[in-house]
């Protein structure tokens, strides 16, 4: 089936700075990327959506230029945290869409301290 | 605007017991509808899928959900759980035309009791 990583799984950084985070489908085009965050005990809420070559679409709320989000070929996206701060620790998770669905990462645990 | 709502939190069952997960959508327009699960430390599993057809369907690992239209409900349900079904379940929407987008539901943690 298909498959999704993200990488890093955890990363830990310190306030102010910034954090890559990175997406690819590994034997499939994605037509499409989400970004979405999950909270403990909540529910994942979509971020952004992703489309090779343009520029992402953001979901209400969701501040654009702190989470900036390049999607540069068909296999890789990147969700940047700017000028982190502790409220930004979360769960961090991506999905990939191509014809025959959409598939998940394993997702990236993001502590700011 | 599409929401979707998990009834129950967190769920306590013995082993051998049934299962029904409650979920129910807002929607203006046609919808697919998921299944998810996450067991602990693991990444989002599609367990069933619903397009269109047949109401009932069947997942993975015995799952099954049933499209209930005029009730805007697709109820997860499994006949009898295993202490390996322990993980959080997630119900997900997305209309037609919304290009994959999925809105999911807020969970229902799920504990099965050897």
């Known amino acids: 089936g298909a498959v999704v990583s993200q990488h890093p799984s955890r990363v830990i950084c310190k306030s102010g700075t910034s954090v890559k985070i990175e997406c690819r489908s590994l034997d499939f085009q994605a037509t499409t990327m989400f970004w979405y965050r999950q909270f403990p005990k909540q529910s994942l809420m979509l971020m952004a959506t992703s489309n090779e070559g343009s520029k992402a679409t953001y979901e209400q709320g969701v501040e654009k230029d702190k989470f900036l989000i390049n999607h540069a070929s068909l296999t890789l996206s990147t969700l940047t945290v700017t000028s982190a701060h502790p409220e930004d620790s979360s769960f961090y998770i991506c999905s990939a869409r191509d014809r025959t669905g959409v598939y998940f990462g394993p997702g990236t645990r993001l502590t700011v301290t | 605007a599409q929401s979707v709502s998990q009834h129950n939190h967190h769920v306590i069952l013995s082993e051998a017991a049934s299962l029904e997960l409650g979920c129910n959508y807002s929607?203006?327009?046609?919808?697919?509808l998921f299944w998810y699960v996450q067991y602990p430390g693991q990444h989002l599993q599609l367990l069933l899928k619903?397009?269109?057809?047949?109401?009932l369907v069947k997942g993975i690992k015995g799952f099954e959900a049933e499209f209930i239209k005029s009730k805007f409900s697709f109820n997860l349900r499994k006949p009898s759980v295993q202490w390996s079904d322990t993980a959080e379940y997630f119900c997900a929407v997305r209309g037609v035309n919304q290009g994959g987008k999925l809105i999911f539901g807020q969970g229902t943690e799920l504990s099965v009791k050897p």
């Open positions: 619903y397009f269109s057809g047949d109401p």
């Open positions: 929607y203006g327009g046609t919808v697919n």
